[in-house]
């Protein structure tokens, strides 16, 4: 198969082609054929593959007018070609005619400025007035006929010469080049138009385009899925004829676009958006995209069942459960337990015990593992933004609401888990939203009157004391007793302590590769200093300072000078507090509880008052502070 053919019926020409072809190094059929005989010969390179026809003349017009697809490439005349078939005829007799179109003779009089002669000329609209053309130049008693073939066939006295005007090797290789860019622009154009295509049939949206009159232009397999219409047999039908109550004359007529109407298509409620087409202020059509609204409804829920993949997983398993205590291995049972069930789960305990990692068991454990596990901390975010976090919120609900709304995190938790952390903070005015969404399982975003229906499982956690914020009326009743369906208590690490060197050892291998130390463990005085402390900081407090202790310490065995020295002053002070303890002149607990009011209080006057600051230095949590502030 050849790219380009080149189609003529003079000799000349052919010879010419053959050497155009050659030089410019295309792939190039070159054959000549009769008037009668080109539209047949074009149509048989067409089948075959070709991709444009190059003819030039009367032949070249005939192939343009044709039924053949395939674009004609006219191989032009060029003032080269004019010039170099002047002078051939100069050869034959002084007195010069020409005729033919006013392109093909543009420029001549340039030639004849040049030359220093005169030539008879006559311009010639169509190919039928050749005759005539000729005829008139012979009674001007010319000596030589310049002229296509179509010209000099007419010349009927012998004492004229004739000279045909054909192009040269250049003006072909002109019309090659030419016919290889029309073939570069018209595959780019087939590939654009191939994707175009492909989209269209792949979206599941419904689309028809229609002209400024109405009339389909487009249409892709979803309008046949979506109405039962035959997308295929309705282009070029009038839209109001196969569409009821399309409403795309009055988008054509008023040039305004209509988004996200719900209407009814052919007895099919479905959401539509229509656009007008412009281009430089001038109407060229519409289109119209649709989807079903069942479909639509589907697709949100398919959305909500795959949003693991913005990071709501679990990220603790068993492997993350250090401890062999009763206490301990109680809670935990109490985990395997109640995480086959969807009750609400409240999970209560000191700062620092591993609260969230309980939340991230019940939900690996439950059935519904497989969806999203949503953690919150009601005390990190500000109350005016906690809200709209929990609930979400359409566009324009408020100044600084992002364009299209946001997604409440109840509604990122649907059909799976959302962990409430520190619930004991949540204002007075959420309490009472939360406990709706409790009770009725469905959430409604701020700004919106449409209600959404979720199914989630909650986990609340906090270490604040319930039962006393409820009788002083800081936290509802009715929120309390809908969270407290199943507790796990989690015990503090100083009621686990036989758990401490386990943990220690956790906390070694874990933190190995990163801090690059190959510690060995603690020796025994180490561990023992370990056992004695309280641990107001717990599991967290404790993984601190093993961290701290395995960067002082050189590779080998972590002393107790290291640990003292990762434990801070408050934590050496402390353990020489409990050495006293053991000698009969010491009161353990009077001094204890005497270091500890002088230490907070000295902590807080450095800070100014500022509890959070304190309780950061104190490495404790801020409700554990107040509760011994409130205990001095």
């Not at 000549?32 to 080109?38: D, G, I, L, Q, T």
């Not at 192939?63 to 674009?71: A, Q, T, Y």
């Not at 060995?520 to 641990?535: H, P, V």
């Not at 050189?554 to 990762?566: N, Y």
Request: overall charge neutral.
């Amino acid at each position: 198969m050849t790219e380009i053919a080149i189609l003529t019926p003079l000799d000349a020409l052919i010879q010419v082609s053959m050497e155009a072809a050659k030089k410019t190094g295309e792939d190039v059929a070159v054959r000549k054929v009769s008037f009668r005989n080109a539209i047949a010969a074009a149509k048989e390179f067409e089948k075959a593959g070709t991709e444009v026809i190059i003819s030039r003349g009367t032949m070249g017009l005939k192939l343009i007018e044709s039924d053949i697809s395939i674009p004609v490439v006219q191989i032009p005349i060029t003032g080269y070609d004019l010039l170099r078939t002047i002078k051939e005829a100069q050869k034959l007799g002084q007195k010069i005619g020409i005729a033919d179109t006013r392109d093909v003779l543009q420029g001549i009089e340039t030639i004849e400025s040049v030359l220093g002669i005169s030539i008879e000329k006559h311009i010639v609209a169509a190919p039928e007035e050749a005759e005539a053309a000729v005829e008139a130049l012979s009674k001007k008693e010319i000596d030589v006929l310049i002229g296509k073939s179509i010209f000099t066939n007419k010349v009927k006295r012998d004492s004229i010469k004739t000279v045909i005007l054909t192009s040269g090797v250049e003006s072909v290789i002109q019309a090659i080049h030419e016919a290889r860019s029309l073939i570069d622009v018209r595959r780019t154009e087939l590939k654009r138009t191939k994707e175009l295509q492909a989209i269209l049939d792949f979206i599941a949206d419904g689309v028809i385009a229609v002209d400024e009159q109405g009339i389909i232009t487009v249409c892709n397999p979803s309008v046949y899925s979506i109405l039962n219409l035959p997308y295929e047999s309705v282009i070029g039908m009038q839209i109001d004829d196969i569409l009821v109550n399309s409403q795309m004359k009055k988008v054509l007529s008023t040039g305004k676009e209509e988004l996200n109407r719900i209407q009814d298509a052919n007895g099919v409620k479905v959401v539509a958006n229509r656009i007008p087409i412009r281009h430089e202020q001038k109407m060229f059509g519409a289109v119209c995209t649709f989807q079903a609204v069942h479909k639509l409804q589907q697709q949100e829920q398919e959305i909500r069942k795959k949003l693991l993949h913005r990071g709501h997983v679990t990220k603790y398993s068993l492997h993350n459960i250090v401890g062999e205590s009763e206490m301990y291995q109680k809670a935990i049972q109490k985990v395997k337990k109640y995480s086959q069930v969807d009750s609400t789960i409240l999970l209560t305990g000191e700062t620092g015990v591993g609260k969230e990692v309980f939340a991230h068991l019940i939900h690996s454990f439950s059935k519904r593992s497989e969806g999203p596990f949503v953690a919150v901390n009601c005390a990190a975010i500000p109350e005016n933004l906690l809200e709209s976090e929990l609930f979400g919120y359409v566009e324009g609900a408020f100044t600084g609401a992002k364009k299209g709304g946001k997604t409440g995190l109840f509604e990122l938790a649907h059909q799976g888990t959302i962990f409430l952390d520190e619930i004991g903070e949540l204002a007075e005015s959420l309490q009472a939203q939360l406990l709706r969404v409790l009770q009725e399982g469905e959430v409604m975003r701020l700004g919106d009157e449409r209600v959404i229906p979720i199914n989630i499982r909650v986990v609340a956690a906090s270490n604040r004391n319930f039962e006393k914020m409820v009788e002083e009326g800081s936290f509802r009743a009715d929120l309390y007793y809908r969270l407290n369906i199943l507790d796990i208590p989690i015990p503090s690490l100083r009621e686990r302590i036989p758990d401490i060197p386990l943990l220690c050892d956790f906390f070694l291998k874990e933190l190995e590769p990163g801090i690059r130390r190959n510690s060995k463990g603690f020796t025994a005085d180490a561990m023992r200093i370990l056992q004695s402390y309280d641990w107001p900081g717990n599991i967290r407090q404790l993984r601190n300072i093993v961290e701290r202790a395995m960067i002082l310490s050189p590779e080998g065995m972590i002393d107790a000078e290291t640990v003292l020295a990762a434990g801070g002053k408050d934590f050496t002070k402390l353990h020489e507090l409990k050495q006293h303890s053991n000698s009969e002149e010491f009161d353990s607990e009077t001094k204890l509880q005497s270091f500890e009011k002088e230490y907070i209080l000295n902590v807080l006057k450095q800070v100014n008052g500022n509890k959070t600051e304190a309780a950061k230095i104190l490495g404790i949590g801020r409700t554990t502070l107040w509760r011994k502030i409130n205990s001095l």
